[in-house]
């Protein structure tokens, strides 16, 4: 099946450029020269994975990633950011499945494209038992099938990374995890995440699953260590 990969860029120079390259990988690349109308063409042609520039004339493009969230789309989104990581935080934090700083060598980019896609394959394909369960804890219902979470009535919006991050949670209860382990369990063991990149996705997912993500019950701080999923939002990390 022939991946459909949308990139946004307002520079059309490179837009040729990129698409070309892409394409010659064997992908089918569509490109928006602005995000005004990006709602509209992932709603005519669903893209497998959007490349977003964050800074381009009109627009932030980090405001558009914001509406597609705000708006349940969950499309595997790679942000093109500044070179300072400070731009990299900013942009998973507003839910950037990964960010890449620009200038960057295209095959990079392809290398997390692919990463990022082989995670949403895997994720969508595997038949265990375990993705076939619907997993309570506290007040929350998380579909591992359907990739849904609910609290009480209302569905939560995920983005793929932040499903992924608490799917591997749900399926270790009550131990702590490390960060480099859960860097594993999300890239691979070759990857070069940093431990901040989980620090940034925990903290995304606490503003979710949270009352008062400052205290947080479910996922909980082990002090030099990492972090333990609670499911009863009973146990105290420090004591873990």
Not at 13 to 19: T, Y
Not at 192 to 207: A, C, E, M, N, S
Request: glycine share 8%.
């Amino acid at each position: 099946m022939t991946t459909q990969i949308l990139v946004v860029d307002d520079d059309v120079e490179f837009l040729e450029s990129l698409a070309d390259f892409l394409g010659r990988e064997g992908m089918v690349v569509s490109v928006l020269h602005e995000v005004k109308s990006l709602g509209e063409h992932i709603e005519r042609n669903p893209p497998d994975l959007i490349v977003l520039d964050q800074i381009m004339q009109g627009v932030n493009g980090l405001a558009a990633l914001s509406t597609l969230r705000a708006a349940g789309n969950a499309v595997p989104v790679i942000l093109a950011s500044g070179p300072d990581d400070m731009d990299r935080i900013v942009g998973l934090e507003m839910g950037a499945d990964d960010c890449i700083g620009k200038p960057f060598n295209p095959r990079e980019l392809l290398a997390r494209m692919r990463a990022v896609l082989r995670r949403r394959t895997l994720s969508a394909s595997t038949s265990s038992r375990e993705d076939h369960a619907v997993v309570g804890f506290g007040p929350f219902t998380l579909d591992l099938q359907l990739h849904t979470l609910n609290m009480e009535n209302s569905r939560l919006t995920l983005s793929a990374g932040e499903f992924a991050l608490l799917k591997i949670f749900v399926n270790h209860p009550m131990r702590t995890l490390t960060r480099e382990r859960l860097l594993e369990l999300l890239h691979g063991p070759q990857d070069d995440h940093t431990d901040r990149g989980v620090d940034v996705q925990v903290w995304r997912l606490r503003r979710i699953l949270e009352t008062d993500p400052s205290t947080p019950r479910f996922i909980q701080t082990v002090r030099s260590h990492g972090y333990v999923f609670v499911p009863d939002g009973a146990r105290q990390a420090s004591k873990h």
